[in-house]
């Protein structure tokens, strides 16, 4: 149990603070999960009966292009070389380029850097040797990627690129628990929990921890590094590249709707008898002094032939002339180029 989580400063209390700052993010990352891959939320305004037709029709009218906006940056990156802060030492530059390309992160980069342009961060554990008996000496360092639903940082209050303390977060299966590591200034910390399935949410909820987590391990020395292994990546604001402009791709996809919608109703044309009907049938019908149904007379169909009273005309409403809503789509695909830096071709 987690006794001190109400000290400040304690180990308890850091990890359910940082844990609960993390957990309030994650409404914010499913958001933008939804819109990376393309399932932007369905406007509310159907009504029940039509609820599941009506959301049928808007998910086939979204058009995702947030994953073009980042792509198209992520794409243009490359990690070309090192400078370590050491003036003159081209060693350290080597050694930092070597534990870059041992790790893989010619490849990983991309999901650093796409991570980064959906959420606004991304983060990376420069990770060391596990287990007992493992000759620390003879062990080389690699980075790993972690994204901002596994892994949250309290940077330095001043230096921003400097991370104070950071947790990552997993769910063992073998072991049934949720773990929790703490990272410090060259130590972690690991707690743990029991749970057959994870009770740390990815769905968009928030989330905060309880105190009946269980620390299993001491604060251990990490042999590889005095400063804390986590990095974390970010944008200048810290927001996702298309995050501030979600009400223009929502405006288009708004106008994508719109459009269909005119589209669909143009086989559906609203037609008027313009002339006097009789409003029973006569007394020589079948039917006579019955109501006629008109809706049943003048079925619409490929085969249909009405036949009309002398004088009665059928009037037809006329064909929506879609170019304007098209030259607005088209405008709106220009502002979200620019507010967002992506080449307007690619849009």
């Not at 308890?12 to 499913?30: P, T």
């Not at 921890?209 to 299993?216: N, R």
């Not at 709707?257 to 006097?276: D, N, P, V, W, Y």
Request: net charge negative.
């Amino acid at each position: 149990m987690l006794e001190q989580a109400g000290i400040p400063g304690t180990d308890d209390w850091l990890l359910v603070d940082i844990a609960s700052e993390m957990g309030k993010n994650f409404r914010r990352l499913g958001k933008l999960r939804q819109y990376r891959i393309g399932d932007a939320p369905v406007p509310q305004e159907a009504s029940a009966a039509m609820r599941d037709a009506y959301v049928k029709f808007v998910k086939q009218s979204r058009l995702n292009m947030c994953e073009l906006i980042v792509g198209s940056k992520v794409h243009r990156q490359k990690v070309v070389g090192f400078k370590t802060a050491v003036v003159g030492d081209d060693l350290g530059d080597q050694a930092a380029w070597a534990t870059w390309n041992r790790s893989h992160m010619n490849v990983g980069a991309r999901l650093l850097f796409s991570d980064a342009g959906h959420y606004g961060e991304s983060f990376t554990t420069v990770a060391g040797p596990e287990g007992n008996g493992i000759d620390r000496s003879l062990f080389q360092p690699v980075i790993v990627n972690s994204d901002p639903w596994q892994t949250y940082t309290r940077q330095h209050p001043r230096f921003c690129w400097v991370t104070e303390y950071a947790i990552e977060v997993s769910h063992d299966p073998f072991q049934s628990v949720d773990r929790i590591i703490l990272y410090g200034r060259g130590w972690a910390r690991v707690a743990e929990r029991r749970a057959e399935r994870t009770t740390i949410p990815s769905d968009g909820t928030q989330w905060r921890p309880t105190s009946d987590w269980t620390w299993v391990t001491d604060r251990i020395t990490l042999g590889w590094t005095a400063d804390n292994p986590v990095t974390r990546y970010s944008t200048l604001t810290g927001l996702g590249i298309y995050e501030p402009h979600l009400d223009t791709v929502d405006r288009i996809n708004d106008g994508i709707k719109q459009r269909s919608i005119l589209m669909a109703m143009q086989a559906f044309k609203q037609r008027a008898l313009e002339g006097e009907l009789p409003s029973h049938y006569p007394d020589d019908h079948e039917k006579a002094g019955e109501p006629i149904d008109y809706d049943g007379l003048f079925e619409a169909g490929p085969a249909a032939l009405w036949r009309l009273p002398e004088g009665v005309k059928i009037w037809e409403s006329q064909t929506t002339d879609l170019r304007p809503l098209l030259e607005v789509s088209k405008d709106d695909k220009k502002d979200l180029a620019a507010v967002t830096g992506t080449p307007l071709y690619i849009l």
